[in-house]
């Protein structure tokens, strides 16, 4: 089949999968305390389900599928989903996004069905932070997920992801970069985007990646930058004396939309092609009425060609997505 190109002459490489919108943490920057909706368990696509759509766009060139949520490990035998996926021709690189918290359980069947890498969100690593952050007192599980990962040397790279918040990150950022000069991480500094369910999102709570690495090279000298993928979202670097890796996933400060190839299935079947959509491209409805797979493909094909030029969050008037990200899977 022909690739998947949108109207910009973005070639559509990569698929964020979203197993569940439910979670198990309710970290600040991305869920309320209480009070969110789950998604009624009918209207959310089942294993074969979202196996059909993920074989039909690895025909049209998606090499890349990423599952997340919610948190995926809470959603039933995910490594069935995992085997499933792995299996599918086209797929070349299948990777997951977990708290972690479940991990030191899934680690060993997650690869065992074929998952080749993880990216685990860590905030903090002092106990008092990263409850606060996420309103769950869970770090020595989540760190014990990490372990149990890292006992797999086919689960390479273990990416941890920390969004970084202005007043809240800087007094963490020297024990997480310590944490990728000993270990072989790839920590990741993301800037915090306004898509909290709170919606308490501010510009200048924003602390960006220039700031971060300016505090880690004055702790620890000077960072040597990595060569990174035209399409990747993150600028990479290494210390001199470091075993892990470092990375800055900016877009805020210095969006990456011109080269975006990612689009996202919602756990309730919806194709969104940008993180900050207004506007969802229903596909459950018909794959569930019948649809062939031809028809689908034009459906995804035709939400591509809309995919939104960019972001436009530092624009004056931006209106936010139209759900948070626990909703539309990060
Ligand atoms: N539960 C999984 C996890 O914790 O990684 C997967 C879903 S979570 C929504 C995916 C990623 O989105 C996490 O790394 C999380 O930190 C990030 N995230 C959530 N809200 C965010 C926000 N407002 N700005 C930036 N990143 C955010």
């Known amino acids: ?28 920057y991305c869920m309320p305390a209480e009070g969110l909706e789950w998604l009624p368990r009918d209207e959310v696509l089942d294993y074969e389900e979202i196996a059909r759509l993920v074989r039909l766009t690895a025909g049209m060139g998606v090499d890349e599928v990423r599952l997340t949520g919610g948190e995926p490990l809470v959603r039933r035998d995910v490594p069935e989903l995992v085997r499933l996926l792995a299996q599918t021709p086209g797929v070349r690189d299948l990777s997951l996004t977990t708290n972690g918290i479940l991990l030191d359980k899934l680690a060993g069947p997650l690869v065992d069905a074929g998952l080749r890498r993880i990216n685990v969100s860590l905030d903090s690593l002092s106990h008092v932070r990263f409850a606060e952050i996420t309103r769950r007192d869970a770090l020595d599980r989540v760190l014990r997920g990490l372990e ?39 920590v990741r500094f993301i800037e915090f985007m306004p898509l909290d369910a709170d919606e308490v999102w501010r510009t200048d709570q924003v602390l960006s990646g220039a700031e971060i690495r300016a505090l880690i090279e004055a702790e620890f000298g000077p960072l040597v930058e990595l060569p990174a993928k035209p399409s990747s979202t993150s600028k990479r670097f290494a210390f001199a004396d470091g075993v892990g890796e470092l990375g800055f996933v900016n877009p805020v400060s210095e969006p990456f939309c011109s080269t975006c190839d990612r689009i996202r ?18 596909l459950k409805t018909p794959l569930r009425a019948g649809s062939t797979d031809d028809e689908l493909a034009a459906l995804i094909r035709w939400a591509v060609q ?20 626990s909703q539309i899977g990060g």
């Open 1 to 28: 089949m022909e690739p998947l190109v949108d109207a910009w002459g973005r070639e559509i490489k990569s698929l964020r999968v979203s197993v569940t919108d439910r979670c198990n943490f309710r970290c600040k």
């Open 148 to 186: 149990e990962a890292e006992r797999f040397p086919e689960l390479r790279p273990i990416k941890i992801n920390c969004v970084a918040i202005k007043g809240f990150t800087e007094t963490e950022v020297p024990a997480l970069a310590e944490l990728a000069r000993r270990k072989p991480y790839v």
């Open 265 to 282: 299935l919602t756990a309730d079947g919806q194709l969104r092609t940008c993180l900050f959509s207004r506007r969802e491209w229903d």
């Open 306 to 325: 809309h995919k939104e030029l960019k972001h436009r969050i530092n624009d004056p008037g931006f209106v936010r997505a139209s759900r948070s990200m």
